[in-house]
Structures are given as structure tokens and as C-alpha cells.
T-cell receptor, first 113, second 110 residues
């Protein structure tokens, strides 16, 4: 039982390059999330998908796009990376939104130079 | 203004000591969750508190939800090096998502 998996684990980009972070869950959860974690800032919600076929902006969506490919997979795309997007990115899933327990992936450490 | 303020931000203690960390808000929450995040990993849920005044114990960890459901505390008895990590509290917002506090980074020195 893998839970939530993320790829890649580490990535270095140059300013202006694009990339897609992949996330998959095998718990049949309805809701999925992308967060970024920066020192002293906690976890901030970028985008979420309440259910298959829907996506919505979170607290810090600028510079990102998402796709809920199916119930299992939720990807995060950076179209033109900027140094301000240097961060650790976490994907999470839960049975539903709100107060349900969230299960997190191991994170992707992204550096934009 | 942060919805959830956690204190202290950093805490370094010797093995065997007791400690308490806090999660405070000016808003009322229907529930609060506590997560622990170890280096290089994602957060993992420890407990959810739901009722004002509720106390939950998880081995040496004691969690309390304030009577007014605006604050919560985590007390660790006889801390061990395995307790080292980032402790995060989180509560559901009006937008029906979880808002995370900035966390308390605990280091337990052997």
C-alpha cells in the first residue's frame, strides 16, 4: 500500500523553464491538494481538487496550474519557473474536504536558479 | 494575521525533559488536528480534537482542546530523540480547507 506518491523527489530548474510535478494516491480518496512549504511560513495551499473533474485555487495559486487527470492522479505544473517558486512541494489526499485527515506524499524539493 | 499561531517556533531540550507547545487562534474552530513532520517526509496525523475541553493521550503525548475551541496544546512527557520533528496544528476554514499553523520545530538531544 503506497499511499501518496510524488515524483520527482528533487528538481533544479533555470528561471523560465517549465515542469510538471506528479502525484498519485491509491486510497480511493475524493479530494487532493498541492501545498508548498517555506521556512517560517508553514504549509500553504496552492490548488485543490474536491473531487474528480474539479479544481480550485487555494491561498497561493499564482504561477501554477493543476490537472486532476483521474481520481488517482493530480499534477502541478509550473509554466515559467521563477526563483520565488523555490520551495518544498507536498501533495496530499483525503476522503473529503474539511476536517478529514490528510495523507501526505514525501515531497518534492524544487530549486529555481 | 495568521489564523493559527504556534509557539514556540523552535524548542531544543534534553532527553527526559517535559515540554508543552501551543496553537492559538482568535477564531473558533470546529476541530483541530495535530501533525508531526520528520525531516525529509510529509506530515503525519497524530490526533484530532473535536470537543471543547477535550483531552486525548497518545502514549507520552497529551493533547488538549481549549474550552472555547480557539486554542490547543500538546504536552510531551519524558521526551525522547524519536520525538524530534516539526509539530503542526491545523484547522478547517470557512472555505472548507485545512489551514496549517507555522509549526514548532522540536529537537530532543540525547
Amino acid at each position: 500500500n503506497a499511499g501518496v506518491t510524488q515524483t520527482p523527489k528533487f528538481q533544479v530548474l533555470k528561471t523560465g523553464q517549465s515542469m510538471t510535478l506528479q502525484c498519485a494516491q491509491d486510497m480511493n480518496h475524493n479530494s487532493m491538494y498541492w501545498y508548498r512549504q517555506d521556512p517560517g511560513m508553514g504549509l500553504r495551499l496552492i490548488y485543490y481538487s474536491a473531487s474528480e473533474g474539479t479544481t480550485d485555487k487555494g491561498e497561493v495559486p499564482n504561477g501554477y496550474n493543476v490537472s486532476r487527470l483521474n481520481k488517482r492522479e493530480f499534477s502541478l505544473r509550473l509554466e515559467s519557473a521563477a526563483p520565488s517558486q523555490t520551495s518544498v512541494y507536498f501533495c496530499a489526499s483525503s476522503w473529503d474536504r474539511g476536517a478529514y485527515e490528510q495523507y501526505f506524499g514525501p515531497g518534492t524539493r524544487l530549486t529555481v536558479t | 494575521t495568521q489564523l493559527l499561531e504556534q509557539s514556540p517556533q523552535f524548542l531544543s531540550i534534553q532527553e527526559g525533559e517535559n515540554l508543552t507547545v501551543y496553537c492559538n487562534s482568535s477564531s473558533v474552530f470546529s476541530s483541530l488536528q495535530w501533525y508531526r513532520q520528520e525531516p525529509g517526509e510529509g506530515p503525519v496525523l497524530l490526533v484530532t480534537v473535536v470537543t471543547g475541553g477535550e483531552v486525548k493521550k497518545l502514549k507520552r503525548l497529551t493533547f488538549q482542546f481549549g474550552d472555547a475551541r480557539k486554542d490547543s496544546s500538546l504536552h510531551i512527557t519524558a521526551a525522547q530523540p524519536g520525538d524530534t520533528g516539526l509539530y503542526l496544528c491545523a484547522g478547517p476554514t470557512g472555505a472548507n480547507n485545512l489551514f496549517f499553523g507555522t509549526g514548532t520545530r522540536l529537537t530532543v538531544i540525547p
